[in-house]
Every structure is written in C-alpha cells, then in structure tokens.
C-alpha cells in the first residue's frame, strides 16, 4: 500500500512568510508525528498526534509553530513570520499504535524548507 | 536527561568488510530501540527494532543489532558491507510513558557511512 506522502517536496519562501505542510499517514494509522531534521543533524520531534488531538506538542520551539489533524487523517504543520533558522527538512511519520507502544513510525521522503 | 549518543560521525569500511557502528543511549527504564538509514534524498527506513525478549534482533538487508542492558549500548552490524548500503544511519530511543500510547523518538546524530571498493 501507500506509504506517508508529503507535499511539497520543496518549499522555498522569504523571511517573515506563513508556510503550509502537509502530511497524508499511511491508510488507517492512528497516529501520526511531525520531525524536523536541520542539516547534519537526526531528526528532532515536534508535535504527535493521536487521532484529531495533539497527545504532545512539548517538541514545537515556539509559537509560531501550530499543526492541526482536524480529520484524524492528513494533517498540516503551519509556521507563522518563517526565519532563516527554520530552513530544514520537514519529515513526518504515522504508526498504529497499541496500548504499551510497540509500534513502528513509518517516515515520509520529508519536505525541504528553504528560508531565503 | 534523555539522550542518545552515536560516537562515530563518519566510519569508512571497505566493500565487504564487516561493520558496526555504535550507539548508546540514556533512558531511565529499557527503551525501545531502532535503527533508521537514511539515502541522499530519501526518506528514513527502518532496519531494525527492539521493544523486548532476545536481545539480538535481525533486520533488513542482512543487518543486526545487540541490546545490551549493562552498556546502555544498541550496536549495529552487518559481517559484508555492499556499496549500496552507504548512507546516514540513525539511532532512535522511544519510550513509552505507560497507558499512553504512541511517543517521540529521540534520534542520535547520525554516523555517515562510507563504502569504498
């Protein structure tokens, strides 16, 4: 079956400009994760979903950073005044969780931002 | 604090050269442990996992991996490395925090690695 798709691949965009990403989980996964991986660098966690509501945000660097799930499916990762520091790539991830974890985050191919 | 610490930035093997790369970890309780790679331009495939039971874990594309409790340590080893498996390999920890289900992955930094003929 499919897997996590993202879109868009690229996004390039000025300083001080409001971006939208978007992540489509895998069919049926509950749950779904926003990462951000600066260059040479592992991904770091952003926010998790479980279902339409955020079971954890602790990972969102401020408020400028907001996502939203409001289906329980595709879900949108939203940055206000974008600065040259928020230029990295955008993965996101979805599982089917079960009580007691055990479960596998699947990765999409990301969304590379690009803060000019 | 919890962290994860891959030691190795870069690690250059020759084509069919055994390989491990190392990764240890800081977690309160047993974590869940994954290894991840990750190709110039692609997304993260997982290789392998640990969550519990024995602790060797057999993955994809002929890799392993050993949980060791005493060294907080989860290497990774492959006994022939192929030129196509060059790539970033990733370290991840996760733990669940109880009745809640789903969590973060905290991932190393990564190690590169190099295959040369």
């Known amino acids: 079956g499919a897997g996590v798709s993202q879109t868009p691949s690229n996004k390039v965009t000025e300083k001080g400009k409001y971006v939208e990403l978007r992540c489509d989980p895998i069919s049926g996964h509950t749950a779904l994760y926003w990462y951000r991986q600066s260059l040479g660098q592992g991904p770091e966690f952003l926010i998790y979903?479980?279902?339409?509501?955020?079971?954890?945000d602790s990972g969102l660097p401020n408020d400028r950073f907001f996502a939203v799930r409001p289906e329980g499916s595709v879900s949108t990762l939203k940055i206000q005044r974008t600065e040259r520091g928020d230029s990295a790539v955008y993965l996101c991830a979805s599982s089917s969780p079960r009580l007691g974890g055990r479960d596998t985050q699947y990765f999409g191919p990301g969304t590379r931002l690009t803060v000019l | 604090a919890q962290s994860v610490t891959q030691p190795d930035i870069h690690i250059t093997v020759s084509e069919g050269a055994s390989l491990e790369l190392r990764c240890n970890y800081s977690?309160?309780?047993?974590?869940?442990l994954f290894w991840y790679v990750q190709s110039p331009g692609q997304g993260l495939q997982l290789l392998l996992k640990y969550f519990s039971g024995d602790t060797l874990v057999q993955g994809i594309k002929g890799f392993e991996a050993e949980f060791k409790r005493s060294q907080s340590s989860f290497n990774l080893r492959k006994p022939s490395v192929h030129w196509s498996d060059a790539a970033e390999y990733f370290c991840?920890?996760?733990?669940?925090?109880?009745?809640?289900?789903?969590?973060?992955?905290?991932f190393g930094k990564g190690t590169s690695l190099l295959v040369t003929p």
């Open positions: 991840a920890v996760g733990a669940n925090a109880g009745p809640a289900i789903g969590y973060a992955l905290n």
């Open positions: 979903f479980q279902g339409t509501g955020a079971a954890d």
């Open positions: 977690y309160g309780a047993t974590p869940y």
